[in-house]
């Protein structure tokens, strides 16, 4: 059918329809004056239930359990280096999803100092910090906030495509910038990032105190995970994100809004900026 067709249409095109490679289709083009070996014959075969099986098990199958599928059933016991070989040929290949990566936690737990006080009598008094994730199609992103409890602030927060170290140190890093800190409590939950050694050193270094939830526990840390919930429901949910761009658009976009012009009732019907300017002045 390519062949016949391959006059008025791209053979690219006709290919990608027809779900075959297009050096598979060159390989039959060179070889339509030349006889077919039986195993030649065979494979034409098996491509065309390789085809069938991929389509019926909606393309999650990989070549193991494609040879496993196909010895079933089949006559003779086919080896599943010819049918990943035949797959390669068919331009096929399973979409699966990568395993999570084992979690391992390094041990430096802290006492809970925080004990669900909420209310903070200066900036940079008691921050708070976790890490929520951003869906854009396939790929997800992780969000980590630190966010000061005495005007609800926004300290700092960073967007990576992991959720390791790097993303809460980073964010600590951001937070420490424009912002002078002595004695700053630190919340967070028990999470492997906070309880590394890293996370650790570097809240000795540079003086904040760091405070644990209870294990299972989201109530001791309940202002940033509000703060999660009114972000995702304020943006995210609204823009339908579809790309990283976009997600990183959507979050700077919110927490510059959040921080400048989103009036709390707590804080008098201002904005976290709003309200501590107005406090410093006040003092």
Not at 85 to 114: C, M, S, V
Not at 134 to 144: I, N
Not at 212 to 241: Q, V, Y
């Amino acid at each position: 059918m390519i062949e016949e067709l391959s006059n008025s249409y791209s053979i690219t095109d006709l290919c990608f329809i027809s779900k075959v490679s297009r050096s598979g289709f060159y390989k039959w083009r060179k070889r339509q004056n030349q006889p077919l070996t039986s195993k030649q014959l065979e494979d034409e075969f098996l491509k065309e239930w390789i085809l069938e099986l991929d389509q019926s098990f909606h393309h999650t199958l990989g070549y193991p359990r494609l040879t496993d599928e196909i010895n079933a059933v089949y006559y003779k016991k086919i080896n599943s280096k010819r049918v990943y070989r035949l797959q390669k040929e068919l331009g096929i290949q399973a979409q699966i999803f990568k395993k999570k990566r084992t979690i391992i936690h390094e041990g430096h737990q802290a006492e809970n100092i925080l004990k669900r006080d909420f209310q903070a009598d200066k900036p940079n008094q008691k921050w708070v910090t976790d890490i929520t994730y951003l869906t854009t199609g396939l790929k997800r992103l992780y969000l980590s906030v630190i966010l000061d409890l005495y005007s609800n602030e926004v300290v700092s927060y960073h967007i990576h495509e992991e959720n390791n170290n790097h993303l809460v140190l980073r964010t600590i890093n951001k937070a420490l910038v424009h912002q002078n800190v002595s004695e700053t409590i630190i919340h967070s939950d028990q999470g492997h990032q906070y309880t590394s050694k890293a996370y650790t050193n570097l809240l000795k270094e540079k003086g904040l105190v760091k405070s644990m939830s209870r294990k299972a526990n989201c109530w001791d840390n309940a202002p940033i995970e509000s703060f999660f919930g009114r972000l995702k429901e304020e943006s995210m949910r609204i823009h339908r994100t579809k790309t990283k761009e976009e997600v990183h658009n959507v979050i700077n976009a919110y927490m510059h809004h959040y921080n400048n012009r989103r009036r709390q009732r707590k804080l008098g019907r201002r904005s976290p900026i709003q309200y501590r300017k107005s406090q410093l002045l006040a003092a």
